[in-house]
């Protein structure tokens, strides 16, 4: 690095180490200095007419569609493409995988088996807060020699209210439920606690 550099990265506070005193170096930062001070005591501000002359010869810049914008942010040589989509096509794979490992993760669930006697039934729903009150859902097998149609849900803890459908039109509360509750349909709806 020349001498005329090193005293510009020295007024420019780049480089910290100053020269010899009394070398010629230092007589010559010493000007420079003397010279830079005088400067900044005598700076006066510009006109005030003189920003808007500045603009006035700028271009105008066109208004751009939505499509001329993000054509303009779409890169010219795409080579990133392939891996953006592979990364984009792995992250949504991973998220509805990882979503339905969520849902079939078991939670605080318990086997209950559902009994009804119903020796002269086609056929007996479960229907409840469980499932939405939706017939043909959860169908019990039935009936057996004693006329009884039994299923084995899994539920989740908490507090459940159902009734059986029997042959899709006749709603039957659980003789065998320990609390029974009305339903506003003029029927009551068995609970169970689990």
């Not at 005598?42 to 066109?62: C, K």
């Not at 539920?155 to 899709?168: A, I, K, Q, S």
């Amino acid at each position: 690095m020349n001498r005329r550099d090193r005293l510009h990265r020295i007024l420019d506070g780049q480089d910290e180490a100053r020269p010899a005193p009394h070398s010629p170096a230092a007589a010559q930062l010493e000007a420079y200095e003397e010279a830079l001070s005088q400067l900044a005591s005598s700076a006066e501000p510009a006109p005030a007419v003189l920003l808007p002359r500045i603009l006035a010869t700028l271009p105008r810049a066109p208004d751009a569609s939505l499509r001329d914008r993000l054509h303009r942010m779409w890169p010219a040589r795409p080579q990133w493409l392939a891996p953006a989509l592979a990364g984009a096509l792995i992250a949504l794979v991973l998220s509805v995988g990882f979503g339905s490992w969520l849902r079939a993760t078991p939670t605080d669930s318990v086997a209950v088996t559902f009994e009804v006697h119903a020796p002269n039934a086609r056929q007996v729903d479960l229907v409840g807060s469980f499932n939405g009150w939706q017939p043909g859902q959860i169908v019990l097998r039935g009936p057996d020699a004693t006329g009884h149609w039994t299923a084995t849900v899994q539920l989740p803890t908490g507090r459940h209210e159902y009734l059986f459908l029997v042959d899709g039109r006749d709603w039957v509360t659980d003789p065998q439920a320990a609390i029974h509750r009305p339903d506003g349909f003029g029927r009551e709806n068995a609970l169970i606690e689990l």
